[in-house]
C-alpha cells in the first residue's frame, strides 16, 4: 500500500442518554474492542432528533449517521421513541429517495446494558461505510 | 357542470347580509389566459368571479396572510371569511385548521368540484400550442377549450391537466358550508402517485445525477416557500429573524451561530433547504402543487412532497387534511408502526 492512510469513515452517532449512551460507556468500561470511528452526541431522547441534525450532520462532514435510542417499551419519556421510529423512517426514504446510499443513515435500539450490542452496531456500520467511500453528496463544498 | 353565475350569486347574497367580510376566489387576470387570486370585499365586485382551467391558485394562502395580519392588527374579526376551494384546497383549509392556525368559523369554505378535470398545467400547454399565445381556458366536459389569437382550440384535459390533478384522489372539497359541482372522487384520471413512481423506477444513481442537477439549479428565491399556505412560520429555519446581524454585532458572534443552512445558493445548502421543507410538509403538504408552479427553474419540487405524502399514507395509514379533529402526522404515532429497518 502507499503511504495514503486508508479512508475510515466519519460517523455521527446521536445517543440517547437513558440508554444508548449508557450502552457505549458500558462497551468502554467492559473493555470492548469497536472502532474509533463514531463521534458520539448526547441527546436527551432520540424523539428529540429532528431531521435537521441528520442533515446537518451530512452537510458537515459526516460520512454516516447514527441514531440509536431505547427499545420500544423503554422510552424514559414513554413515547419519544415511537415518534422517533416515524420521524427517521421519513427522514431514511427522503435520502434514499434522492439518491443517497441507504447504508449511510442508520438507526438502532441499544440498551443501557447492551454494550456488546453497541459495539457490533459500531463495527457493522463502519464495515458497510467503507466501500461506500467518503460522503459528498450532501457535503458542503471546501471554501477556496 | 359548474355555473359561475351560482357561485357569483351566493358571493354577492353572503356579503350583502354580512355574513362574509371577503369572498377570496379568482377573476380574468392581466397576463392574459391565466386567473388572478380576487378579494371580493362589496356585493357589485361579485360579478368579477370566474372558474375556468387557469384558476390553479391555492388560496388558503390568503388566509393565512390575513390570519397573521388580524394577529397584528389585534382586532376581532367578526364576520367570517369565504374562501373559493377546490379539493386541494379544502384539505389546506382543513390542515390548517387541525394545527389551530384559525377556527373552523373563521372560514366559510365555497367548495368547487374539478369534478371529471382539474387545473391546467401551463408548460403543457405551451408545448401543445407551438408558441401559440393561449388568451382564454374554459371546461367543456373531458376537454378544455382554449382559445389563442389564431382560433378556439379543443385539447383534451387529460393532456394538458397537472400531473398532480390527474393523480388527485379526491377532485371534491368534504370540508365545505356550500359546494358547487358533482362529487367525481374516484374518477382516478391516473394512478396515485404515477409520476413519482415512474420516477422511483429508477436507480439510486441515476436518481441523484437527476436531482443533483436539479439543486444545482435552485436560485433559493424562496417562491416555493412564499407560494405554500403550509409554510406560515413567522422564522423560517433559513433565514433567522430572531438574532438579527446589526452593525454592533461582533465577528465572533456571528462566528458562533448556529447555521442549520446557509444562504448561499450552493448544491449542500440546496439540498438541505429543500429536504427540509419536504420534511417539515410530511403529513400536511395536500398536493396542490403550487411550489412546482412557482419554481422559476422548474424543480420537480412537488415530487419530494409526493414522495413523503406516500410514505405516510402506505407505512402509517396516515392521509393529510382528511379531518379536522385529525392528530398530525409526526406528532403521533401508532404501535404498528414499522421499524423492521431499526437494528
Known amino acids: 500500500m502507499s503511504e495514503q492512510q486508508a479512508y475510515e469513515p466519519k460517523i455521527v452517532a446521536f445517543l440517547c442518554k437513558w440508554c444508548s449512551s449508557a450502552g457505549s460507556d458500558l462497551a468502554g468500561v467492559s473493555r470492548i474492542q469497536y472502532p474509533a470511528n463514531a463521534t458520539p452526541i448526547t441527546i436527551p431522547c432520540t424523539g428529540a432528533v429532528s431531521p435537521m441534525y441528520i442533515l446537518s450532520a451530512f452537510n458537515k462532514g459526516a460520512d454516516g449517521v447514527l441514531v440509536s435510542g431505547c427499545h420500544i417499551g423503554d422510552c424514559h419519556y414513554i413515547e419519544g421513541n415511537f415518534l422517533a421510529r416515524r420521524k427517521m423512517q421519513l427522514i431514511m426514504e427522503l435520502l434514499g429517495f434522492i439518491g443517497v446510499e441507504p447504508n449511510r443513515f442508520r438507526m438502532s435500539w441499544v440498551s443501557a446494558a447492551e454494550g456488546a450490542k453497541f459495539a457490533q452496531v459500531i463495527t457493522d456500520f463502519v464495515e458497510d461505510l467503507k466501500p461506500l467511500g467518503p460522503q459528498d453528496k450532501l457535503r458542503k463544498a471546501e471554501r477556496a | ?343
Not at chain 2, 375556468?52 to 389585534?74: E, G
Not at chain 2, 416555493?224 to 461582533?250: G, H, K, L, N, W
Not at chain 2, 448561499?264 to 438541505?272: D, H, M, Q
Not at chain 2, 408552479?293 to 382528511?322: D, H, Q, T, W
Open chain 2, 1 to 343: 357542470m359548474i355555473n359561475i353565475q351560482d357561485i357569483r350569486d351566493t358571493a354577492r347574497d353572503m356579503l350583502a347580509k354580512g355574513e362574509v367580510r371577503t369572498v377570496i376566489g379568482y377573476r380574468r387576470g392581466s397576463r392574459g389566459m391565466p386567473a388572478e387570486p380576487a378579494f371580493i370585499t362589496s356585493p357589485e365586485q361579485a360579478d368579477e368571479l370566474i372558474w375556468d382551467p387557469t384558476c390553479y391558485h391555492n388560496l388558503s394562502l390568503y388566509l393565512v396572510h390575513d390570519s397573521k395580519i388580524q394577529a397584528h392588527l389585534r382586532k376581532d374579526t367578526g364576520a367570517p371569511i369565504g374562501i373559493i376551494a377546490k379539493g386541494c384546497d379544502a384539505r389546506s383549509v382543513v390542515v390548517l385548521m387541525q394545527e389551530h392556525y384559525f377556527k373552523r368559523e373563521d372560514v366559510y369554505i365555497i367548495g368547487v368540484s374539478c369534478e371529471g378535470t382539474g387545473v391546467l398545467d401551463e408548460r403543457k400547454l405551451a408545448a401543445q400550442l407551438n408558441g401559440v399565445q393561449p388568451t382564454l381556458a374554459a371546461f367543456d366536459g373531458d376537454d378544455f377549450v382554449i382559445t389563442t389569437a389564431e382560433g378556439e382550440k379543443r385539447l383534451s384535459a387529460r393532456d394538458v391537466m397537472a400531473d398532480r390533478c390527474l393523480e388527485c384522489r379526491t377532485p371534491f372539497p368534504k370540508e365545505h358550508n356550500a359546494v358547487f359541482g358533482e362529487d367525481k372522487t374516484g374518477r382516478q384520471l391516473a394512478e396515485p402517485f404515477a409520476a413519482l413512481t415512474r420516477f422511483e423506477a429508477q436507480a439510486s444513481s441515476e436518481r441523484w445525477d437527476i436531482w443533483s442537477h436539479h439543486f444545482d439549479r435552485c436560485m433559493r428565491c424562496f417562491a416555493c416557500r412564499s407560494v405554500c399556505p403550509m409554510c406560515y412560520c413567522e422564522e423560517c429555519v433559513v433565514d433567522s429573524i430572531t438574532f438579527p446581524v446589526t452593525a454592533q454585532t461582533s465577528a465572533a458572534e456571528k462566528a458562533d451561530r448556529v447555521r442549520w443552512i446557509e444562504r448561499s445558493a450552493t448544491r449542500s445548502e440546496n439540498i438541505t433547504y429543500l429536504l427540509t421543507r419536504a420534511m417539515h410538509l410530511a403529513g400536511r403538504c395536500t398536493d396542490c402543487g403550487e411550489c412546482d408552479r412557482a419554481c422559476p427553474v422548474n424543480i420537480p419540487i412537488r415530487m419530494l412532497n409526493n414522495k413523503m405524502e406516500r410514505e405516510a399514507r402506505e407505512k402509517f395509514g396516515f392521509e393529510p387534511g382528511a379531518s379536522i379533529g385529525g392528530s398530525s402526522l409526526v406528532a403521533s404515532f401508532l404501535d404498528s408502526d414499522p421499524g423492521e429497518f431499526i437494528r
